[in-house]
């Protein structure tokens, strides 16, 4: 009888695809995956220390299940929170036997074997590695879209963040690799790629050919039986008009970039080590916004870091207003351990950091309303990844990266399945999200209507 496993995964889309490919190598070395962590013989928890609110849920899981060490049930924390407290985790749990930070994926096989020999503590923590965790087995958990890592870690150093101490330094996949895993993506079914990478944007070709970060996406693009491509977090110092210029030259590479700032303070951007000022990366925006084709902007932003007064907190609000970003992921600051943000002194009181997210909150949101509101009347294709919020509703983001809720009339009956695509007539718009109506069925890769009978493929219908 197979050994069972549970992973339950915090974080970003990084983390989803990492522990895609824990399972992919489980499961190739004779684990069988099931849906609860009590009908598991291995437990593990993928873990996110960028805030630390998701460092303290972990634990928080852990201790749920502090006396549940009995049978040869095995606990193991992955990831950032794995590779930052390493092996003082197994004194905040004893009942923890496994930790491995994200460069020693590969050799879980290995970490295994030796709890079953009777080692009661096991770890995989070294950074000290070439490996871009380009790995031969990787277990699709979405029928429809699939993510490539193509660089891993980071060489910033950004005053804030843990990524240099967990993640390790940057590492990149050769085009040839990334290029390969997309063709046999596109020839199972998938339709959508997502490029990852903790700076995306940074990639640099190891390989003879020296593919640039915006000729990989073009190539990409160019990949028979794909449909979107979209990337994901680019850097503000590495980004180049060759990536916009690559955006409009190609209609597959989705309408959407996610380019954080984290300030709109250039005294604050200084403190934060993020190597650009304000007017460095509005000029990065003013390339964007200058495209032949509308492409929507999101962003990070911290407020709260040491030293933020209250003129720098007023610059980042002025951001919203001169960018006008289409959505914002906001946080207030919290202190990291080995980062340099923690010798900094004038420490933002946790009040006044609460105080100034809300604010900052309900700015975007009028903006963000704003913003939607001009996609009203305009027929967007829709990627279909579920039911919507009502009954009648279905689901699915826009090139734009925009959720948008949509009903069927009759007339276009038949089934709707998860990973087609329709063309919806945007009829309202929220602060959140889009509401609409399809305007014809499934529509094929020329945007043209397909018979759904006739579409290949993964897809699972939705009843």
């Known amino acids: 009888?197979?050994?069972?496993?549970?992973?339950?995964t915090f974080g970003c889309q990084m983390n989803v695809h990492d522990s895609e490919k824990v399972a992919g190598t489980l499961v190739a070395f004779g684990y069988r995956p099931v849906e609860s962590p009590e009908e598991a013989d291995l437990v593990l928890y993928n873990t996110c220390s960028i805030r630390e609110k998701a460092a303290q849920k972990v634990f928080t899981r852990l201790n749920q299940f502090r006396k549940a060490r009995t049978g040869g049930k095995i606990f193991g924390v992955l990831g950032c929170v794995g590779q930052q407290e390493g092996e003082k985790i197994f004194e905040a749990a004893p009942h923890v036997s496994l930790v491995v930070g994200s460069a020693s994926y590969?050799?879980?096989?290995?970490?295994?074997?030796?709890?079953?020999?009777?080692?009661?503590?096991?770890?995989?923590?070294?950074?000290?590695?070439?490996?871009?965790?380009?790995?031969?087995?990787?277990?699709?958990?979405?029928?429809?879209?699939?993510?490539?890592?193509?660089?891993?870690?980071c060489d910033k150093h950004c005053a804030y963040c843990v990524v240099p101490f967990t993640r390790g330094p940057e590492r990149s996949r050769t085009s040839q690799s990334v290029l390969g895993e997309a063709r046999r993506l596109a020839e199972g079914g998938y339709t959508e790629i997502q490029l990852l990478g903790?700076?995306?944007?940074?990639?640099?070709?190891?390989?003879?050919?020296?593919?640039?970060?915006?000729e990989l996406l073009a190539r990409v693009a160019e990949i028979p039986g794909i449909r979107r491509v979209r990337f994901t977090t680019s850097h503000p110092r590495d980004f180049t008009r060759e990536i916009v210029e690559a955006i409009e030259s190609h209609?597959?590479?989705?309408?959407?970039?996610?380019l954080p700032v984290q300030s709109g303070s250039s005294e604050v951007l200084r403190r934060m080590q993020r190597e650009y000022s304000r007017e460095q990366y509005l000029e990065r925006i003013a390339w964007i916004r200058q495209s032949k084709r509308p492409i929507s902007i999101t962003t990070d932003i911290i407020v709260g870091f040491p030293g933020e007064r209250e003129a720098d907190f007023e610059q980042t609000l002025t951001l919203l207003d001169e960018v006008g970003y289409d959505s914002v992921f906001s946080f207030q600051y919290s202190p990291r351990p080995n980062t340099a943000s923690l010798r900094l002194e004038d420490a933002v009181p946790e009040e006044e950091k609460g105080r100034r997210l809300r604010v900052l909150q309900e700015r975007q949101k009028q903006i963000q309303l704003h913003r939607y509101e001009m996609f009203v009347?305009?027929?967007?294709?829709?990627?279909?990844?579920?039911?919507?919020?009502?009954?009648?509703?279905?689901?699915?983001?826009?090139?734009?990266?925009?959720?948008?809720?949509?009903?069927?009339?009759?007339?276009?009956?038949?089934?709707?399945n998860l990973g087609d695509y329709w063309n919806v007539r945007i009829t309202q718009a929220g602060p959140n999200s889009l509401v609409g109506e399809a305007v014809a069925g499934p529509v094929d890769s020329l945007g043209t209507p397909a018979a759904v009978a006739a579409r290949p493929g993964p897809f699972s219908v939705l009843q």
């Not at 903790?198 to 915006?214: E, H, I, K, L, T």
């Not at 209609?251 to 996610?258: A, F, I, R, Y």
Request: charged fraction near 25%.
């Open 1 to 8: 009888m197979s050994k069972t496993f549970y992973i339950e």
């Open 198 to 214: 903790q700076n995306v944007n940074s990639y640099r070709d190891p390989s003879p050919a020296r593919v640039s970060f915006a």
């Open 106 to 153: 590969y050799r879980l096989p290995e970490l295994l074997a030796q709890l079953e020999r009777g080692e009661r503590h096991v770890t995989g923590l070294s950074l000290d590695t070439d490996q871009t965790f380009d790995t031969e087995f990787t277990r699709r958990d979405n029928p429809f879209r699939a993510y490539i890592t193509i660089i891993e870690g």
């Open 251 to 258: 209609p597959k590479l989705c309408s959407h970039v996610h």
């Open 377 to 416: 009347g305009t027929v967007e294709e829709v990627l279909v990844e579920g039911r919507g919020g009502r009954e009648s509703q279905w689901k699915g983001r826009t090139s734009h990266n925009i959720v948008l809720n949509f009903t069927v009339a009759e007339v276009q009956a038949g089934p709707v």
